[in-house]
């Protein structure tokens, strides 16, 4: 099985609001990432975590709270998010060991009004 | 912040036609990767090359790596309208960091 899952596919949600964004896999891969894209731009890093730690964090504003319960699974808590934010936003996880290519999710379309 | 230029921002060719993407990079590497994007959706890994490799195959698809210039090149031999999508190329200096290029927007006329 080489899926990622990410759940909803779509989310429209307040300023005021508290959201999470959930993501899934089963490769049993040790490496997952969360990536902000933005319409006809590159993905933008955002978060790495390696061994369920959390290795890097590219300056993200604390409106946005990453998680990794267990090495299947990844969550992003949002809360008081600015319309700015409204994007899509990509999972991502790749093995740990000689393996580089990274195996994207479908993506959360999220529009905050 | 992007590590990746890519050339052309966006082409558009006739189903048949070969094309050909550019994608420059700044930093020292392990490997560059080739991605594509259909609109809207999670993205696919296409090819790998890795720093010691100047060139690489897979299927359609050709790959270069110059490391002096630090750059590389995708070519699609025999385009067709299946291969209408954004690609990307992503470099990977270590430490699971990956960044991605500006990306190429191809548009293939049937």
């Known amino acids: 099985d080489t899926e990622v899952t990410q759940t909803p596919k779509h989310l429209v949600m307040g300023m005021t609001n508290k959201k999470s964004l959930k993501c899934e896999q089963h490769m049993g891969h040790r490496a997952m990432y969360w990536y902000k894209q933005k319409a006809k731009k590159p993905p933008e890093l955002m978060f790495v975590y390696s061994y369920e730690k959390l290795s890097i964090n590219e300056s993200v504003p604390s409106r946005f709270s990453p998680e990794c319960p267990n090495s299947s699974l990844l969550n992003l808590h949002l809360h008081a998010l600015q319309p700015e934010d409204s994007a899509l936003y990509l999972c991502a996880s790749r093995g740990t060991t000689g393996s580089y290519e990274q195996y994207f999710g479908p993506g959360t379309r999220l529009t905050v009004t | ?110």
């Open chain 2, 1 to 110: 912040s992007q590590q990746g230029e890519e050339d052309p921002q966006a082409l558009s060719i006739q189903e048949g036609e070969n094309a050909t993407m550019n994608c420059s990079y700044k930093t020292s590497i392990n490997n560059l990767q080739w991605y594509r994007q259909n609109s809207g959706r999670g993205l696919v890994h296409l090819i790998l090359i890795r720093s010691n490799e100047r060139e690489k195959h897979s299927g359609r698809l050709r790959v270069t790596l110059d490391t002096s210039k630090k750059s590389s090149s995708l070519l699609i031999t025999a385009s067709r309208a299946a291969d209408t999508a954004s690609y990307f190329c992503a470099t990977d200096a270590g430490g699971f960091k990956t960044i991605f290029g500006a990306g190429t927007r191809l548009f293939v006329k049937a």
